[in-house]
């Protein structure tokens, strides 16, 4: 499989950023309790010796027909998140590689590919993006879909593969065939993404 890095953790969308007070807490309760899950199965993180030590991994959860909250850039290393470690994107265009956010700080670099997934289908509630060399690597053999290898992340190009992916397969997992790693997972509930991603690894692992 192509291990190449693509520069990990860079924006390389349009942002139209506005600075704004964070949401409330409650807002991300349930996020942030299953995002801390994450984080300890090494699913979200950071680590020197992987991805040029960036921290990796975001999650987000649904608002609106184009708004979501999400995880700030680069808070994937952080053990817990906060209030003031979201941001709410407010609108996107996944032809035009915009997306439109206000909050205490910058939207994931990932934040068009999970506009991807909430545009295909409007039950998608929570979408959880990871690292798992085991479930990246097995991925085809589960039956989970893989993007195009030559698709970097980020991109515009990723954000339309995966939401054709997200509209034609059944499958709540999708593996990011050019990202090293990356996977991302969905469901209509925090806690149906998060199952559906633990119940894959499980298999990855078995």
């Known amino acids: ?33 299953w995002r801390a899950v994450l984080f300890r199965l090494g699913l979200t993180g950071q680590d020197p010796r992987r991805y040029d030590g960036l921290a990796y991994g975001n999650v987000s959860i649904r608002l609106g027909s184009t708004a979501f909250l999400i995880s700030g850039t680069q808070t994937g290393g952080l053990p817990q998140l906060s209030a003031e470690h979201y941001t709410l994107v407010t609108n996107f265009d996944l032809e035009q590689n915009l997306i439109a956010a206000e909050g205490p700080i910058a939207p994931s670099s990932e934040a068009l590919t999970h506009a991807a997934v909430y545009r295909s289908g409007p039950e998608i509630g929570c979408v959880l993006h990871v ?33 054709y992916l997200v509209r034609t ?13 990356g996977m991302l997972a ?7 993404a998060a199952l559906n991603l633990i119940r894959s690894l499980a298999k990855a692992l078995a």
Not at 16 to 26: L, N
Not at 169 to 181: F, L, N, Q
């Open 169 to 181: 397969s059944d499958s709540p997992v999708i593996a990011m065939g050019g990202h090293e790693d």
């Open 1 to 33: 499989m192509n291990r190449k890095l693509d520069q990990e953790g860079v924006i390389k969308y349009r942002l139209d950023y506005t600075p704004a007070p964070p949401v409330t807490p409650g807002s991300v309760a349930e996020l942030t309790a």
């Open 131 to 163: 690292h798992s060399s085991e479930l990246w690597e097995k991925a085809e053999a589960l039956g989970i879909p893989v993007t195009d290898r030559q698709v970097a992340y980020g991109t515009p190009e990723m954000a339309l593969e995966v939401g």
């Open 186 to 192: 969905f469901g209509s509930t925090v806690e149906a």
